[in-house]
């Protein structure tokens, strides 16, 4: 599909909405050119007027709208929206509006004073939010309020990245290496130990700060299927090199089931972790088998069963919406069967197109046309889990989403994850260690982000490891 720009160069936003409406597609872009209206195409145009027209299998759709003075951009947005819409029939509840955290927005405007009501409203207006979404983001904005103004300006968080997995999952598009490989194998040593050297220099740095540390996340991948000692080695890094005293959270993805067992358990327990999760995905085996998970569900319900005999009182369990084999039913007996379990987080996250996922190779936009079920799983969740007690406390969106949806963690009353909250809101410092973690520094005057990042790869994180870190002596200058 061909997107022609007249008069201006809005790609990023206008993107994200065609996005909305086509998640696998690839787009041409091209600017000032002659349209040409017998092929699917997009011309976005500021002149005179502001105009959308809108080509697709034969039918052709356009909308105009006189310069206002105002939000040029949005504008366009709000007119490609609603031309897609017609043409297409699809409506997403979210609107035409993009980016990862809508509850920063809800945030800004409770910091106004406006009600629930006076926000929906505004956010009806101006971006075609529908009504159960605006409700959503309030919902967990009031929820994420005491986690926010309990933050003290002095406090970081630490995050530790294990990129390693026993075996790569279809959906997965994220930079991770299968320990059954033998190049993993014999990498993970050399990474521990590089990992554990750059937690020391970092934790030097950070005791120079003057900060405070607050949270420690450890993610992956999967952390836990490196061997016990490995982890205990990381794992005692943390100990040595930072000051725990004043940690208010630790959390630890132990992720699947076949990484866990009572060794590792021990580790995380001992090292004082007071968060984990255990994320079965689904407790369908058919549609665990379909994604390429090496377990069933009925070891899951054994690691969990473990953890909470070994004295593990917050447990976080992820299940995605909108899995090969999966359905409606299906998914809600999954969320019905972990919410009979009782962890203290359950997080529903829906199921994101990445190209480079072994799922999504060769895929056309009609092999996903399923937005309307992946939407009633996640409405089906959402009540399920308000009618058991659970609120959503951190929600985020990723482009590509089936259905444009969103990912939301839900929680017992008083247990939300704090690094959860605060890396989506953007409000605190994350310190990140290991390969493809990314640092990011917050200016609490301007809201400015700066952000560093470390090499994606466990090898050129290894090989470049001095290169990588010079960026880390800037911690304490830029505070």
Known sequence: MKILYMGNSFKYETEAVLKLFFPLERFEFAFDEAPLYDTDCAVIALGEELSVEVCL??????????LKGGDNELELCRMLFSALSGITGIVPDWGCLTGIRPVK????????????????????????????????????????KNALDTLSPKSYSLYVGIPFCTTRCSYCSFVSHTISSKGARELIPRYVEMLCREIADTGSIMRNSGRVLDTVYIGGGTPTAISAHQLDAVMSAIERHFDLSSMRE????????????????????????????????SLNDEVLKNIGRAHTAGEFMEAFAL?????????????????????????????????????ENITVHTLTVKRSASL?????????????????????AGSRLLKA?????????????IGNLENTGFCKPGRESLYNIYIMEECQDIIACG???????????????????????????????DKMVEYKKLLVDSE
């Open 57 to 66: 299998n034969g039918t052709r759709v356009r909308k105009a709208s006189p």
């Open 105 to 144: 927005k809800i945030n800004a405007l409770l910091a106004k004073g406006l009600s629930y009501e006076e926000i929906a409203g505004h956010l009806g207006e101006k971006y075609f939010l529908r009504e159960n979404k605006a409700l959503l983001s309030y919902r967990t904005a009031l929820t994420q």
């Open 250 to 281: 630790y959390s630890v993805e132990a992720g699947r089931a076949d990484t866990i067992d009572r060794d590792k358990l021990s580790v995380i327990k001992n090292h004082g972790a007071t968060r984990i999760s255990i994320n079965p995905q």
């Open 307 to 343: 953890a909470r005999s070994m004295g593990f009182d917050n447990i976080n369990t992820d299940t995605i919406a909108g899995l090969p084999g999966d359905d409606y039913d299906s998914f809600c007996a999954t969320i019905e069967g972990l919410i009979a379990l009782s962890p």
């Open 360 to 380: 999504f190779a060769g895929a056309s936009r009609e092999d996903f046309a399923r937005d309307g079920d992946v939407s009633r799983m996640v409405d089906g």
């Open 389 to 401: 007690g659970y609120s959503p406390y951190y929600l985020y969106r990723q482009k590509n989403t």
């Open 435 to 465: 390969a493809g973690g990314s640092t990011k520094l917050t200016d609490p005057e301007t809201g400015k982000i700066t952000r560093y990042f470390n090499y994606k790869y466990p090898y050129e994180y290894i090989s470049r490891y």
